[in-house]
């Protein structure tokens, strides 16, 4: 449930509220929005069922929440949350492009792109270095080495890194070396590393699951919020369906649906979705268009002789036209690149 004050209600209500909230074992989330706070109860609501908190001075009304997620829910936090990573704000007035290599490949590679990309105008370098690949015998990412490639990227280019990480260890080492920390769609439900993950305080790009609900994403986000970090922005990268002509379907509704469920930035991956270059084109427009507050696209120096992903990633030269046909879309919506 959440609990809504009066309009410029006291600090002495709300902490009296709190206070109750707090003596029955219960988290009270509070949440200061221009006049109107707003405090979430987490937990188990049950026992709070002898008390009457509409009674208490400057209590507006209480509010029953339905969802299982709760500090992932508009209703517990109605203003969008902004993300910061590195000097870069995830959730504002900027639309923020992520891009870079499928995985980090060699010092030179990612070194070429992270300049071409900046050039470009991204903001953030993707690529990497722990790859959870579909067959055991594919390319499985150069893992430290690779993470020491993305800090030299970061400290030559001043753009912020993030890097997927699969384990305990990948999480461990890779918090020395990047600004933000991406769980990848095989690992949504892994409910272990999205509290390790929620440990480290690091933000976290949290993609959705190959065949994952909007509710099962939210709740995953629920997981690494609830360990105390709340630096999560969310990634569509298109989910199973019985359509064959692309790599996956892009949920481009997930953008809406999220927008009015939750508070998270959302941001779109239409390299992963399609898994065609072709398309990256037109799917990066419509996220844009549908209020995704940024976009992951994969690029490479030489995309037909990538270890990875190739088909899907997009040359210099294609990346810099679709940042420079995104300008104007951008300023439509009322952002900036
Ligand atoms: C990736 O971003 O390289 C990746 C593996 O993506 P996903 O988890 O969306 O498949
Ligand atoms: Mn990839």
New binding site residues.
Partial sequence: MIIVMKPNAKAESIQQVKSIIEEKGLYAHISDGHQVTIIGVVGDKAMLMDQNLEIYEDVDKIVPVTESYKLANKKFHPEPTRVQVGNVTIGGDTTVIMSGP?AVESRQQLLATAHAIKKAGAQIL?G?AY??RTSPYAFQGLEEEGLSYMKEAREETGLPVIC?VTSLGAIESAVKYVDML?I???NMQNFYLLKEAGKTGVPVLL?RGLSATIDEWLNAAEYIIAEGNPNVVLCE?GIRTFETATRNTLDISAVSVIKSKSHLPIIV?PS?ATGVRAYVKSLSMAAVAAGADGL?IETHPDPSNALS?GPQSLTFEQFEDLTNELVPLVKLMGKRL
């Fill in positions: 499928c993707r990497g790859k959870p997927e991406q990848g769609a095989r993609k990268r991956d992963h992951m992903d």
